[in-house]
């Protein structure tokens, strides 16, 4: 099993849609996703049960900072693949996620 992981820093991430493209991967990758927010998300909705998302608060000089951390795995796909993530803050902005893959045919 290969991981593959991104780390995406977004102080700007209100109120606007990202995009990421894993390019092409195989279904044996289980693709990771990093993303700082400038606050604390309210409520993550996830439109796929193939994404898993947890919130993570650290501290950084008495500040606390917030990451989405995330995880899609391709193993039910193939072809191109678009995953949707939206993230809802208490102000009623929210900022979508789409992750994006090309998933070669194969054996899982």
């Known amino acids: 099993m290969r991981l593959i992981f991104l780390f995406l820093f977004c102080p700007l991430c209100l ?3 990202l995009t990421y493209d894993f390019g092409e ?3 044996k990758d ?3 996703y990093e993303l700082e927010l400038k606050e604390k998300p309210k409520n993550v909705l996830l439109l796929c049960d193939c994404l898993v998302a947890n919130v ?3 501290k950084i000089n008495n500040n606390s900072v917030y990451f989405l951390n995330i995880e899609f795995d391709p193993k039910d796909y193939e072809g191109n693949v678009e995953q ?3 993230i809802y803050y208490n102000n009623n902005k929210k900022t979508k996620l789409r992750l994006k893959a ?3 045919k194969g054996e899982i």
């Open 15 to 17: 109120a606007q849609d």
């Open 25 to 27: 991967v195989s279904k």
């Open 30 to 32: 289980i693709l990771k």
């Open 56 to 58: 993570i608060e650290k």
């Open 84 to 86: 949707d993530i939206i």
């Open 102 to 104: 090309f998933v070669k």
